[in-house]
């Protein structure tokens, strides 16, 4: 049973930085892709950045291109999520989550283990 633990979330001012960890126990962590989810209020939850097992491949959604950066320690079986710039509209609660696959992907089905959760909010 894989459990993932997300923590370094809170209040940030617009411009403000955060930097999300996801901390996997069980499994084998560098087998596996791993993304970072976020969900607003009355939205759908969406991938923010996605890595490959090796970390040889990130993917970012547009919106957070050039501010976020995910990243992985393999040997500590953590991934973690740079926040930078950051905006109101990045409001939202993030999660980690690990697929089945190696490779990058992009969709909620996609990812079997998910963690609880962590709450960022950006003031204006």
């Known amino acids: 049973q894989v459990q993932l633990v997300e923590s370094g979330g809170g209040l940030v001012q617009t411009g403000g930085s955060l930097r999300l960890s996801c901390a996997a126990s069980?499994?084998?962590?560098?087998?596996?892709?791993m993304g970072w989810f976020r969900q607003a209020p009355g939205k759908e939850r969406e991938l923010v950045a996605s890595?490959?097992?090796?970390?040889?491949?990130?993917y970012y959604r547009d919106s957070v291109k050039g501010r976020f950066t995910i990243s992985r320690d393999n040997a500590k079986n953590t991934v973690y999520l740079q926040m930078n710039s950051l905006k109101p509209e990045d409001t939202a609660v993030y999660y980690c989550?690990?697929?089945?696959?190696?490779?990058?992907?992009?969709?909620?089905?996609?990812?079997?283990?998910w963690g609880q959760g962590t709450q960022v909010t950006v003031s204006s």
């Open positions: 069980g499994g084998t962590f560098s087998w596996y892709s």
């Open positions: 989550a690990r697929s089945a696959y190696g490779y990058i992907r992009f969709k909620v089905e996609e990812y079997d283990d």
């Open positions: 890595i490959s097992s090796s970390a040889v491949s990130t």
